[in-house]
């Protein structure tokens, strides 16, 4: 745990002072859910219906699997599983012992999984299987038929401390590696206490999971929010806009987030289908994107859905969002006010002061308070140059103020952003720079009116199939999350005195060639 760092200007002290740091844990959550509603139905997955003291019960018995083979406070753990009643199970049960749960993509790949190990000197991974790790990585499974079946072992969170580090989320970055985002309970439940201090739910809910939970959406906004107002969690799932329908039909659903694609596939799915689906939809959370404005327009104006349109990012959680009271413009054009208890500021490129609301300019989206996290893991340098002076948080986003509300008007990094993902064009090249055939290869967005951004990957080299790329990246343990939606070819790859590719350029040329963009029906885990 030596590599572990976080802020030093932390204060700990004054946000408990101010009741905005408090006692409680995640596995603190879920524990007194259970008490509450003991045979209450907690999470629908496909056939099984687990009650709230089941699902208690399973991370009670994923912790005590743990200790067997020597899991202890402090120790890191990879928790590799997809989306479901066993994934909220693994990450809690990691957390009821003080370890670090690092979740993971369901469909990450060994090498991957193998490569956070080692960066993190796990020695143990929590998986939905048995998987080729290798010899130095202890793997306990959490087997869902057997997990659900008996009552399991009582879940135990005393004694926990809400101010360590209790999640380390790795999220693509600017640079060729991936920052492992730490937050403790107190920073992560930070923006989840200002969330439901603004927007009303409760027990009567039912929250569809369809973004991952291995990200703040699918797990801070879709998990949590059911967990600690006794709602009921229903997986979804992602893919064509049919079937997330079909699944939000079946099982009653009344808040969902939905990535800004996926508010424009339902809406135009239900337009060539009227009368098709009868839906309980009130609520949904999403993030502001021009390209889809009339689409959310129409879930507020036409389906009745109150939309909460919401910012943030691993580092701050969801530091703005739109109010109850917020009319539908804005909501569908800007991002809202910021979370109660957090600071949100705009700073001016050059000086780096914070700029007055009145002034008009556009400035850099920063953000300070208890909701901000502990720091990047083993690496106090990207820690440091994340913030600027004032302990204030550099988004990399540029932002400007209308009316109180912040509108976000672009991007000072070069990430991709994909359907509501973000990726970071540098995992995609290394993920391809082994394959000669390529050439060099240059990851750049693509405009998309759909999607925002497809991801396009330049080579100097032959244009191959995408099919090409999936095998490649499967043979070699990858990720599909990396398989880039069109490959394009370049004569050469433009780049900068110090040998970086200019993606804007590259980026202009092949907008200027204009070829045809293949559909992809739905958004799903690539």
């Keep these: 745990m030596s590599l572990l760092v976080h802020r030093e200007w932390r204060d700990a002290a004054r946000w408990h002072a101010k009741g905005l740091w408090r006692g409680d844990t995640v596995p603190g959550l879920l524990v007194r859910a259970a008490e509450r509603d003991p045979d209450g139905v907690a999470y629908v997955h496909g056939p099984v219906r687990l009650t709230w003291t089941s699902l208690a019960g399973a991370a009670g018995t994923v912790a005590a699997r743990l200790v067997d083979v020597g899991c202890r406070a402090g120790d890191i753990v990879p928790v590799v599983v997809p989306d479901g009643p066993e994934l909220v199970a693994a990450v809690v049960g990691v957390q009821s012992l003080g370890a670090v749960a690092a979740p993971m993509a369901g469909n990450a790949g060994a090498a991957e999984v193998v490569a956070v190990a080692e960066r993190t000197g796990a020695s143990l991974v929590v998986s939905d299987r048995v998987r080729d790790l290798g010899q130095d990585l202890r793997q306990v499974v959490v087997d869902p038929a057997e997990s659900w079946t008996s009552v399991g072992t009582p879940l135990i969170c005393s004694d926990l401390d809400p101010d360590a580090v209790a999640d380390l989320m790795f999220t693509s970055g600017t640079t060729g590696r991936p920052k492992g985002v730490m937050n403790s309970a107190n920073t992560k439940l930070t923006g989840l206490r200002g969330f439901l201090q603004v927007h009303e739910f409760g027990p009567d809910d039912v929250w569809g999971v369809i973004p991952p939970m291995s990200h703040n959406a699918g797990w801070l906004y879709t998990a949590l929010p059911a967990i600690a107002t006794g709602g009921r969690l229903a997986s979804i799932g992602r893919g064509a806009p049919e079937r997330i329908l079909d699944g939000l039909e079946r099982h009653g659903v009344t808040v969902a987030f939905l990535v800004p694609t996926h508010v424009a596939d339902l809406v135009q799915a239900v337009r060539e289908n ?113 913030f600027a002076a004032g302990g204030w948080f550099r988004s990399g986003d540029l932002g400007q103020w209308r009316d109180g509300s912040l509108v976000v008007v672009g991007r000072i990094k070069e990430v991709i952003l994909r359907g509501g993902a973000t990726i970071a064009p540098e995992d995609v090249e290394r993920s391809f720079d082994d394959l000669p055939v390529l050439g060099e290869v240059v990851a750049v967005g693509l405009p998309d009116a759909r999607l925002g951004e497809r991801v396009c990957l330049a080579v100097t080299g032959e244009a191959v199939d995408r099919e090409v790329l999936r095998e490649h990246l499967v043979r070699a343990g990858r990720s599909t999350s990396m398989l880039p939606d069109l490959v394009r070819h370049v004569t050469t790859v433009p780049r900068t005195g110090l040998g970086k590719p200019q993606r804007a350029k590259i980026r202009a040329i092949l907008v200027e060639q204009s070829e045809p963009v293949p559909a992809v029906a739905g958004v799903e885990s690539r």
Excluded: H, K
């Excluded at 009271?325 to 910021?338: F, I, K």
């Design 274 to 386: 009227p009368g098709r689906w009868r839906l309980r939809l009130r609520a949904i959370v999403t993030g502001a994107a021009p390209s889809q404005a009339d689409a959310l327009r129409t879930m507020v104006e036409e389906w009745g859905v109150s939309a909460i349109s919401m910012y943030g990012m691993t580092e701050c959680q969801g530091n703005l969002f739109t109010w109850p009271d917020d009319d539908v413009e804005t909501v569908v054009g800007t991002v809202g006010r910021a979370c109660p208890g957090i600071e949100v500021g705009l700073a001016d490129r050059e000086t780096g002061e914070i700029l007055p609301e009145e002034s008009g300019r556009a400035g850099e989206i920063v953000t300070r308070g208890p909701g901000v996290f502990l720091g990047y893991y083993d690496d106090q340098a990207a820690t440091s140059a994340a």
